[in-house]
DNA sequence: TTAAAATATGAATAATGTTCATATTTTCTA
DNA sequence: TAGAAAATATGAACATTATTCATATTTTAA
């Protein structure tokens, strides 16, 4: 992660300027990460975030607002974090269908080996729904453009309304491939044996 | 809702045995319901909610054991009215297509009358994960095995996978129609033009 | 070298979740 | 119907946790 990408971008977050800060709030980011993974948001108080780190309480503040503020720099920092790797995932794609597979199958490794992704997003419902809400509109938005640009190779009209439906078996296919503590082999069985027949010739006949 | 349906069966919840208690119960669940919607859980302190309810904080604690077992009430409520509004809406369908069609009209509209279900169902990953995870590994088996009994007319080999392909793509539809507040008319378009198409042919060419 | 800026600290304060002793109402039974 | 038992209601007291702040230390930059 570039430093530049999360400087002073995120409200309520106070970029450090130097790179004692820096590791400081590291530490603070990374112990909050593993404690809502296995306390949960809510279960996790600020004093076990900062004894976890090794840090004073009032340093926390220095960096963060509020408790909600860590939640959304963490939000932030996944969203670029998952951008960049299927960005990246996609790039060498011959066709759009093949951009497809590689994303998908870049969402739900990513997702198998960052479980508390959905704990973040999603759980952001219930810490601000803003943020939820921000993020899947403007997730949408750019994927419904990048599927808007391959024309002839797309069968539905809508291409915001394909954009949601391709988010949520992606989605729905990784909370079951972190579920069952999925391999990488089996995730490439999933999308050759369910994904892309679904998306080639559908599910139903 | 029928009573006996909640009677009881959520850990951390001590239903009341007469009408009075029922009743301070309900107020203080719509209480909840609608602050949670408004402000999220975090925000929302069990002062709010008592105010809300005309309750004193004493007697929050007689019905919950805690404001998370008060969020697991809630979720079971939801979790019961979504399965019999589904089991109702597809009991007449002539094929497993046609009752994809009326399920997924059915999810959608309820959402969109209900936004607060998401709040709560997917936000139980920031306050106690293992109710989501519950949660969805329980429908998906219901759905999975109602797919597996429908044989010949799914492509698809395995159930449970689809099962979940298929509760993706109603979510995150239900998310879109609840973001742009879509009507019924919109709902079925949506269905005939973006959904229909993708589980009878496929999406990409 | 030295002032200014950035960072670190933890005790003090404020807000909120939870408990409990006590009072009231309802239910059940003799 | 009377009276005991069970259920429900109450809010002050307590415990935990979020947040603030005055003060100290370290780093930066002139």
Not at 66 to 91: C, P, V
């Amino acid at each position: 992660m570039k430093r530049s990408e999360l400087n002073n971008q995120v409200k309520g977050v106070n970029m450090p300027k130097t790179k004692l800060g820096l590791a400081k709030m590291h530490r603070l980011v990374e112990a909050a990460e593993v404690l809502f993974t296995s306390k949960g948001f809510f279960e996790t108080s600020i004093t076990d975030i900062c004894k976890a780190a090794n840090t004073a309480v009032g340093t926390f503040y220095i960096y963060f607002n509020s408790k909600t503020d860590l939640y959304r720099y963490l939000m932030e920092k996944y969203k670029l974090e998952i951008r960049r790797n299927l960005a990246e995932s996609i790039a060498e794609s011959k066709s759009r269908l093949e951009a497809e597979k590689e994303g998908v199958k870049c969402f739900i490794c990513y997702a198998v080996k960052n479980p508390n992704v959905y704990n973040i997003i999603w759980g952001s419902l219930a810490v601000e729904k803003e943020m939820f809400e921000d993020y899947y509109v403007s997730f949408a938005k750019s994927y419904a453009k990048a599927l808007e640009r391959c024309g002839e190779e797309i069968k539905i009209e809508d291409a915001t309304s394909l954009a949601y439906m391709l988010m949520g078996i992606t989605n729905f296919l990784g909370l079951k491939a972190i579920f069952e503590q999925m391999s990488e082999k089996q995730i490439d069985y999933l999308i050759e044996s369910s994904v892309l027949p679904v998306l080639k010739g559908g599910a139903f006949s």
